[in-house]
């Protein structure tokens, strides 16, 4: 559905303004290319905050804490 609406946008836009419709065509995926790197940096800083969550609940879950799942008590 995502795409379905990028389509209808970009024609669209084609039609008012077709110089800014290609240029778009031709600069998204430079831009793409330019935000893998912070995309990668975000991606190690999330698997980095989910290692010491892990290490920090370790001894609960040694010790058998399970936490209450579909609100059941």
């Known amino acids: 559905m995502k795409a379905l609406f990028v389509i209808i ?3 669209l836009l084609f039609v008012l303004c077709w110089p800014l419709a290609v240029l ?3 600069l998204w995926p430079l831009l793409w290319l330019m ?4 995309r990668l ?3 190690t ?3 980095g905050f989910a290692l010491l969550r892990a ?3 370790l001894p609960a879950r040694i010790l058998g ?3 209450n799942s579909a609100g059941r008590s």
């Open 9 to 11: 946008g970009w024609c």
């Open 65 to 67: 804490y399970r936490p």
């Open 55 to 57: 290490i920090l609940f």
């Open 45 to 47: 800083f999330e698997a």
């Open 35 to 38: 935000s893998l790197p912070f």
């Open 41 to 43: 940096f975000f991606i």
């Open 24 to 26: 778009a065509i031709f």
